[in-house]
């Protein structure tokens, strides 16, 4: 009953024009029924000098001066009311021509621009009074108490007055007044609201009479930020932008005049900027553009701020002045800017200095006659751009930081010679944690606590919340309170551009929300936020108005009304509509907001006051998996709440509370999370579990792990009694994939790459040993490591730092009794570290002839616990690490040395050795690259750990099963001999050229991939291929943060992704390196190296360095023999740390070949 009442009197509302119709609503108005008319005779005086306006189509003043007076004694007697005026320079600036200019246009919109509101009104209703006997408004009386002065016309917030204050007599004497002419704009605005135009058309009334106002504005500052470099925007639409914002009060338009798409702005002594930047010859701003909307705004109250966004967000400079800019337009985008073309600033270049001083001393001083600030960006710096900057090869924020810190200084510096102010974005302070002088306005639009945060550390601050203020997003329509289904479904949004955020969230957003009064103070006001990616001139009134006057209102009056209660779209729908008529009338394409009753009837709920987003409501709010509570107009969240209980009950209740409320969250995040899951699909096959939180799938994994049979652990615990290749559990509440699929391997490794990643959890668990290395890192970063790396293992490069093939010199000798046991497998991992640590310091480590040497065990310790600490997961923190940081230490202490001895090197020297130089290593080709001593080291130890590793487990799975397969070993020789003789060393064409050891490898990493068993997070909600439905034959929904394990041992396994077994082609679970002379894998049923993006970059160097160990080891030995049967029976223990390695080593007997 109470909704269907609520609907009734929202009906009636649009039904009727509530006395205070007035937008934005005035902090104080008291208004009569009477009614009274006004026409065009109407006695008019500023300060008691009469007011020359020149009524519609006339062609005197109302001073009866002709309008066919010259310009300038024109401009002396009268400022008609035109979109194209422009005064001749900043002298024309005072206080009667603003006003008189008021004047007519206040007078043009009542008598000329005026609409009849029977929108307004119900069907058919007798609104208008009768035209018998008519009462009139004789004058309107003018007082400015006080003199304007040049801080009118280009304030700093709150350097002006705006108050004002307006009557309306039932005798008919209006009057204004205001101590500065801005004010006296705002009352003028006030006063032409007032009145409507009577159907007759030749009448214009008032109902409201009599008439009290006083009104000020809750906010210095409020604005809108007009995007006009992704769409240009002729002046003519920029100037009806500042007219439609006078009308609403705002008094702030920040132009966001350049960015990467285009620099449309004419800079006299740098003429190339907009030849190259601009769209095309003609879409600019010269420099008499410039000072025509600068003064079009002063003579409407609205100030004009410019920006020019750096140092990112600049990339269209690279077209006129390449060597200022770096990383323009890198692809793919995502790892270099927000959007593209990318591009930024050389931070560390002179250059650029010398190009900022030329723009500014061109620029600034046709900036400051008219405005008291210069927005200088400084969002979404990516740090990745630096790491292709040869003067700073770093995207370390210790290394970036002093070198933004310059610039900042050096900029504002610049600024502030010119008389200007400062504005920044929020970044830099929140992500670059700058030194900012007490003078510059932080301009914030991330949310989040971040306004509050500014303003309790003392900085003066902005508001432009995308959550709330950002218009270029969620056009639903102005009256329509229907959500919508797609509402329902996505709340809360993705982003800014989520399907359906909308300008009805303005009214739940307060800027000085939880702020001390001190605090408050510092918030000067805000800007809605209209980016053009999606807006050209055509849409650009339409999407900002009248949404942008619903802003424009929270700033003038405040958030809540009189009686403290909140404002809402519902209250304010009536005026809105209204004030949209005005503006179409007025020549503004407002958008079109009316909506049908039954729209109106389902909005019900909507009537109370808002809630910050996120509470579930009767119409459709989703609610989020966090509790909200409101009290007294205030919100309490978290653990604010608990402190309040506490106060009043026992520790005992408050236990149970918290406990209920644990279990309240968690089934309303597994509703969440179900109804997430049936959007995007259907559930797949479902391990059975018999414990809570899955602990005996739990235990059963880890025993596996000990064990070492994780292969029979998923093959037949997880996939066989499902009959599914894609399985999924919920492993200690947290839902988890399994899968050797190969269509689902596709997806996470190549087609879907942007949807999965490595995740924080698994950069958390690594960072103390890998840091933010290629293998712990996602998006830029990662893309920064590989474009770090990659060069160093190219063919040339490879052989310049003598890489694969320098092994001679390490390799033991083995043993010459023949058919001595030894342990290849240990000497391999010895073997492959000495290669490793040569070709990445240039210094072997020796542990072939020194087993007991200091690093080799501390890296071997260190993976071990890594090992353990990863496996873990969460529990982590429990894990003693003595061991582990004593080694850390001797591992760091060991790779810092020979780092530190590079970078003695200056970058001149290392770039004048050639790569033919024997000391020449890869970590001199890094330091080459970048100087910062972190990247170098966190990149050493990345790529140490996999060329030392993976290549050392895989040729000891090739002699474990060529010691099976004598056969093998005389088809290997043959071939061997036949291409090299028993002497000479190969090259990388000779190994190459080698079609059954190549066959040997492949058939090795087939049976036993380096890394068998891996693991990504999905970084958004999204899907696999396959693995949904009862079958697993549909996509599978994978939500966001939810494990996705994979195996390519198991995959590689898979008897039905083989041809069937006949004399070409063996069992696929034996060793067969005949096979491949018939058989060619499809793409990803074969990724010993993975694949994708992150498939690795040393494969190459990899196959190259086993190559030449089996050649120089079959040169030698003609016979092996495997003594592994005794061991473990023919069957391999499959031991499944990091990479995959045999368990009980490799034991085998070799005898040399007789010459």
């Known amino acids: 009953m109470w909704s269907k009442a609520k609907a009734l009197l929202a009906i009636a509302a649009f039904a009727l024009t509530p006395v205070d119709a007035i937008w934005p609503v005035p902090k104080k108005i008291s208004t009569g029924d009477k009614v009274l008319f006004i026409d065009q005779s109407i006695d008019i005086t500023y300060n008691g000098d009469f007011v020359c306006w020149t009524p519609p189509g006339s062609a005197f003043d109302s001073c009866n001066h002709s309008s066919q007076l010259d310009t300038e004694t024109l401009l002396e007697k009268q400022m008609p009311y035109t979109y194209n005026y422009q005064p001749d320079a900043g002298s024309k600036l005072n206080s009667k021509q603003i006003v008189q200019a008021g004047v007519s246009r206040a007078l043009q919109a009542i008598f000329n621009d005026n609409f009849v509101p029977w929108k307004l009104r119900e069907r058919n209703s007798d609104f208008e009074p009768g035209l018998q006997k008519k009462q009139w408004v004789k004058s309107l009386k003018i007082v400015q108490t006080e003199e304007d002065d040049k801080s009118t016309f280009k304030p700093l917030a709150g350097e002006v007055d705006e108050s004002y204050s307006l009557t309306l007599s039932e ?45 000020a504005p809750e906010y210095p500052h409020r604005g809108i930020l007009l995007d006009v470099a992704r769409s240009f925007f002729e002046v003519e639409h920029i100037k009806r932008t500042i007219d439609a914002m006078s009308w609403s009060k705002l008094n702030r338009l920040h132009l966001h005049i350049t960015d990467s798409q285009s620099w449309p702005l004419e800079i006299p002594s740098l003429p190339k900027l907009a030849e190259k930047g601009a769209y095309r010859k003609g879409l600019t701003y010269s420099p008499e553009d410039l000072a025509g909307i600068y003064e079009y705004g002063i003579h409407r109250g609205v100030e004009v701020i410019m920006e020019i966004d750096m140092p990112g967000h600049i990339g269209v400079v690279e077209l006129a002045y390449k060597d200022l800019i770096v990383a323009y337009n890198e692809k793919p985008y995502q790892w270099w800017c927000k959007e593209p073309p990318c591009g930024a600033f050389r931070m560390n270049s002179t250059d650029v200095y010398d190009f900022l001083d030329t723009l500014f001393e061109d620029l600034f001083p046709r900036i400051s006659p ?76 991330l949310g989040n606590g971040a306004v509050k945060a500014m303003a309790e550390a003392g900085h003066k601050v902005i508001d432009s919340d995308y959550n709330f203020w950002y218009l270029d997003c969620g056009r639903g329509q102005w009256l329509n309170f229907d959500n919508g289904e797609a509402f329902k479904t996505y709340y809360p949004f993705n982003d800014w551009c989520g399907p359906t955020k909308s300008w009805r969230l303005i009214y739940s957003h307060d800027p000085r929300a939880g702020l001390s009064e001190e605090a408050a103070k510092l918030v000067l006001g805000g800007e809605a936020a209209v980016w053009t990616e999606t807006i050209d001139s055509v849409n650009l009134d339409t999407i900002v108005w009248p949404r942008a006057a619903v802003m424009g209102e929270v700033l003038w009056s405040g958030r809540t009304d009189a009686s403290g209660q909140n404002r809402s779209q519902y209250d304010a729908a ?42 579930r409501t009767e119409n459709g709010f989703a609610l989020r998996p966090r509790v909200l509570f409101s009290f007294k107009n205030e919100n309490l969240y978290g653990m604010g709440v608990v402190e309040a209980l506490l106060e009043q009950i026992s520790v005992k209740t408050t236990f149970i509370i918290l406990l209920v409320a644990y279990g309240v969250y968690s ?35 880890v025993r596996s792990t000990a064990k070492h049979n994780n292969l029979a652990s998923w093959r037949d615990g997880i996939f066989g009694p499902l009959n599914s290749w894609t399985a999924e559990a919920r492993l200690l509440g947290v839902r988890t994939i399994f899968t050797a699929d190969p269509a689902n391997l596709k997806a996470i490794l190549a087609t879907q790459f942007v949807d999965y990643g490595k995740g924080q959890p698994f950069h ?75 070709f990445l310091l240039g210094w072997d480590v020796k542990s072939l002839t020194t087993p007991k040497q200091e690093f080799a065990e501390a890296f071997n310790e260190v993976q071990h616990i890594q090992n353990i600490i990863a496996r873990v997961g969460k529990l982590r923190h429990i894990i003693p690490k003595y061991r582990f ?148 034959s549909e996509p599978l929904p994978v939500l966001k943060d939810s494990p996705v394990a994979y195996s390519t041992l198991v995959m590689q396994r898979r008897s039905d992704l083989y041809p069937p077994i006949s004399n070409t082609f063996a069992d696929p679970q034996i060793f067969s390196p005949e096979r491949w002379a018939y058989w060619h894998p499809k793409p990803h049923d074969y990724i010993p190296f993975n694949a994708g993006p992150r498939i690795c970059i040393g494969q190459q160097f990899a196959l190259t360095e086993m190559s030449y160990v089996l050649v120089r080891l079959f040169q030698k030995f003609d016979r092996v023999e495997s003594q592994m049967k005794d061991i473990d029976g023919g069957e391999p223990l499959l031991k499944a740390d990091i990479v995959l390695s045999p368990g009980q080593g490799v034991k085998v007997a070799f005898w040399e070949a007789q010459v």
């Not at 008529?581 to 407002?590: P, Q």
């Not at 190549?998 to 291929?1025: C, S």
Request: neutral net charge.
């Open 171 to 215: 005798k008919g004497e209006a009057s204004i007044k205001a101590k500065s002419s801005t004010g006296i704009l705002h009352g003028l605005e006030t006063f032409l609201q007032l009145f409507f135009k009577h159907s007759s058309g030749t009448s214009w009334y008032t109902p409201h009479a009599p008439v009290t106002i006083q009104d």
């Open 370 to 445: 008219y405005s008291a600030y210069f927005h200088a960006g400084g969002d979404e710096l990516n740090h990745n751009d630096s790491m292709l900057d040869p003067g700073v090869r770093s995207n370390k924020t210790e290394v970036l930081a002093p070198l933004l810190q310059k610039f900042v200084d050096y900029t504002h510096g610049k600024i502030r010679d010119a008389g200007l102010t400062p504005l920044v974005w929020e970044e830099m302070i929140t992500e670059w944690n700058m030194t900012l002088g007490k003078d510059v306005v932080i301009h914030s639009w």
């Open 574 to 615: 009536p005026r809105l509509a209204e004030l949209r008529e005005r503006m179409v009338a007025r020549g503004d394409r407002a958008g079109m907001g009316l909506c049908s009753g039954d729209q109106v009837a389902e909005s019900g709920i909507l009537i109370v006051k808002f809630i910050p987003a996120g509470v």
């Open 667 to 701: 089934i309303i995040c597994r509703i969440d999370e179900h109804r997430r899951i049936k959007r995007l699909g259907r559930y797949g096959p479902q391990l059975k579990s018999y414990a809570p939180w899955s602990l005996d799938l739990v235990v059963r994994f």
């Open 764 to 838: 958390a668990e690594w960072k103390d040993f890998l840091g933010d290395s290629i293998f712990t890192t996602d998006g830029p970063s990662w893309h920064a490591s590989r474009q770090l790396i990659r060069p160093q293992f190219t063919r040339d490069r490879a052989i310049a730092n003598r890489g694969p093939l320098q092994g001679e010199g390490q390799f033991v000798d083995i043993d010459n009794t023949d058919g001595k046991v030894l342990d290849i497998s240990d000497l391999f991992f010895r073997y492959t570290l000495d290669v490793a640590t040569e």
């Open 885 to 1032: 940081w004593r080694g850390l230490n001797t591992v760091n202490h060991f790779i810092n040395f020979y780092i530190e001895r590079a970078l003695r090197l200056s970058p001149k020297e290392l770039a004048s050795k050639t790569k033919d130089d024997h000391s020449y290593t890869f970590l001199h080709a890094l330091a080459g690259f970048t100087r910062d001593r972190t990247v170098l080291r966190d990149q050493i130890i990345a790529v140490l750990l996999a060329g030392r590793d993976t290549t050392a487990a895989t040729l000891s799975w090739t002699l474990y099963e060529l010691g099976r397969y004598p056969n093998a070993v005389k088809k290997l020789r043959a071939e061997i001999i036949s291409t090299l003789g028993t002497e000479r060393t190969p090259t990388y064409e000779d190994l190459k050229s080698m079609s059954y050891l190549k066959a040997v490898l492949n058939e090795t990493l087939r049976l036993y991939p380096a890394v068998p068993f891996n693991v990504r997070l999905a970084l958004k909600d999204t899907t696999l291929p396959r693995g949904g439905g009862p079958d697993g």
